[in-house]
């Protein structure tokens, strides 16, 4: 089965399913992915930062693949992405969910207002505290082991016809733009996964994406 890492930013959507099941570690605590968001580059894909070009702020999405993309809305929180596709291309597959698998107790110290453990890491932002995760990961590689954070396949390596869970797809989240485009990816019946909230518009509301 061909690897995320390997394909190009025209296929974020598909490199996102791919990246459904792997692990991520980071500050002693380590989350298996259960739920992504593909984003494109250039025109293509208005909900992007990238949309417009290059940027300051977006630079990283642009490669190469494998680096995280950080970045914060409201002026509080912070996102991860997973930078994907070949150099010179925007696509980053935003990580909105996982299963804390390694940590339990330092992420349950992180994210005291938890109410149970499935919801640790059930969005964006809670996968960030629990991880530990800020601005200062931006850039960093996720795959050469000299960042903050790195990503690993999923324990039980899928077989060459794909993962035997389901795959379900539907809208993005918090966008305001191209709502109804489905790539937002999760895993089938998993109980991190976050809840769907359709975008509302706010005054000076900053983009989530």
């Known amino acids: 089965m061909t690897s995320w890492v390997e394909l190009p930013a025209t296929d974020v959507d598909v490199a996102a399913q791919l990246l459904l099941g792997w692990r991520l ?21 208005p909900a992007s930062h990238a949309h417009r070009g290059v940027t300051n702020r977006n630079r990283v999405m642009f490669g190469p693949a494998g680096r995280l993309y950080v970045y914060q809305i409201y002026g509080m929180h912070f996102c991860a992405n997973v930078v994907c596709g070949e ?18 107790e330092i ?4 994210r005291p207002a938890a109410r149970k453990d499935i919801d640790l890491a059930a969005g964006p932002a809670k996968l ?9 990961a931006n850039g960093s ?6 960042g903050p954070a790195a990503l690993s396949p999923p324990a039980d390596p899928a077989s060459p016809d794909g993962p035997a869970y389901e795959i379900e797809a539907g809208p993005r989240v918090g966008v305001t733009s191209a ?25 000076n509301r900053d983009m989530f994406r």
């Open 87 to 104: 150099t010179g291309k925007a696509a980053a597959v935003l990580l909105r969910a996982g299963a804390v698998i390694d940590g339990l």
């Open 25 to 45: 570690t980071a500050n002693g605590v380590t989350v298996r992915l259960t739920e992504v968001e593909a984003y494109s580059g250039l025109g293509e894909d």
């Open 179 to 203: 709502h109804d485009v489905p790539w937002r990816f999760w895993i089938s019946g998993d109980p991190t996964v976050s809840s769907y909230r359709r975008h509302t518009p706010r005054r």
């Open 107 to 110: 992420a349950r110290e992180r």
């Open 128 to 136: 960030m505290q629990v991880l530990a995760l800020n601005r200062d």
């Open 141 to 146: 590689s996720l795959l050469d082991g000299t």
